[in-house]
């Protein structure tokens, strides 16, 4: 098996909306220790519920089913790192992917990006080699072929995830952790490295910096905070 590396960085803590979020649905962030969490079960989730349901899987159906939570868990580590947006990492292809250079990138299109401006977000060295892995794992793909499947509907699968992992959708306050707020883990994670405003606003790509979620502290299920690093093991065939 391949050992994928670990999602280490600085800590997040809860976040609340920006003044541009809908009052409908105020987001949060999580705090490391759930996040840590909920890529593990994302990862292990489609296998786990195949066995609990007591279905004879062949090696082939393993296998499928442990690229699907690796995907999934990868997709939410590259949104949490670079604050790309779903339908962006919906239109992201090898092509986008610069890994080669001494400073690894990845491009948002003009033509996928939500102020129609071509992009580039600097991809952090373990990020790079977790995907890097997942080249290697998909060793058919072509420079335009998506890498990752992103639905519309990847929202129910984050849901089933968070369940899996114990986190509410929904906290006491009535904001909720679906898949843009992990755009709010970004802007906490830039908070916390300390990274100046104006440069997390280019990083977050905001018209205005009054638009970066306020620092708020707190966890959903009760635990503490930190800014140790995250890490988290992953596994693939």
Request: hydrophobic share 35%; charged share 30%; aromatic share 4%.
């Given at each position: 098996?391949?050992?994928?590396?670990?999602?280490?960085?600085?800590?997040?803590?809860?976040?609340?909306?920006?003044?541009?979020?809908?009052?409908?649905?105020?987001?949060?962030?999580?705090?490391?220790?759930?996040?840590?969490?909920?890529?593990e079960?994302?990862?292990?989730?489609?296998?786990?519920?195949?066995?609990?349901?007591?279905?004879?899987?062949?090696?082939?159906?393993?296998?499928?089913?442990?690229h699907?939570?690796?995907?999934?868990?990868?997709?939410?580590?590259t949104?949490?790192?670079?604050?790309?947006?779903?339908?962006?990492?919906?239109?992201?292809?090898?092509?986008?992917l610069?890994?080669?250079?001494?400073?690894?990138?990845?491009r948002?299109?003009?033509?996928?990006?939500?102020?129609?401006?071509?992009?580039?977000?600097?991809?952090?060295?373990?990020?790079?080699?977790?995907?890097?892995?997942?080249?290697?794992?998909?060793?058919q793909?072509?420079?335009?072929?998506?890498?990752?499947?992103?639905?519309?509907t990847?929202?129910?699968?984050?849901?089933k995830?968070?369940?899996?992992?114990?986190?509410?959708?929904?906290?006491?306050?009535?904001?909720?952790?679906?898949?843009?707020?992990?755009?709010?883990?970004?802007?906490?994670?830039?908070?916390?490295?300390?990274?100046?405003?104006?440069?997390?606003?280019?990083?977050?790509?905001?018209?205005?910096?009054?638009?970066?979620?306020?620092?708020?502290?707190?966890?959903?299920?009760?635990?503490?905070?930190?800014a140790?690093?995250?890490s988290?093991?992953?596994?693939?065939?």
């Amino acid at each position: 098996s391949r050992r994928i590396t670990p999602l280490e960085g600085e800590g997040m803590a809860r976040g609340s909306p920006g003044p541009c979020m809908p009052i409908r649905r105020q987001r949060s962030a999580l705090p490391p220790v759930d996040l840590v969490r909920l890529l593990e079960r994302t990862r292990t989730r489609p296998l786990m519920e195949a066995r609990r349901e007591g279905r004879i899987l062949s090696l082939q159906e393993v296998r499928s089913l442990e690229h699907e939570g690796m995907e999934r868990a990868l997709v939410y580590k590259t949104a949490i790192l670079t604050g790309i947006r779903r339908g962006e990492l919906e239109q992201l292809t090898w092509g986008d992917l610069d890994l080669d250079s001494q400073r690894p990138t990845l491009r948002v299109k003009a033509s996928a990006s939500k102020n129609g401006r071509e992009a580039y977000q600097v991809v952090r060295q373990d990020l790079g080699a977790d995907l890097a892995a997942w080249r290697t794992m998909n060793p058919q793909a072509q420079e335009g072929a998506a890498i990752f499947r992103v639905p519309v509907t990847i929202n129910q699968d984050l849901k089933k995830d968070l369940a899996a992992a114990e986190i509410d959708y929904e906290d006491a306050q009535g904001r909720v952790f679906d898949f843009h707020s992990f755009r709010h883990c970004t802007a906490t994670l830039l908070r916390r490295a300390k990274v100046d405003p104006r440069l997390s606003q280019a990083v977050m790509r905001h018209s205005d910096i009054r638009l970066l979620p306020p620092p708020r502290t707190g966890g959903r299920s009760g635990r503490a905070s930190s800014a140790a690093p995250l890490s988290m093991s992953w596994r693939s065939v």
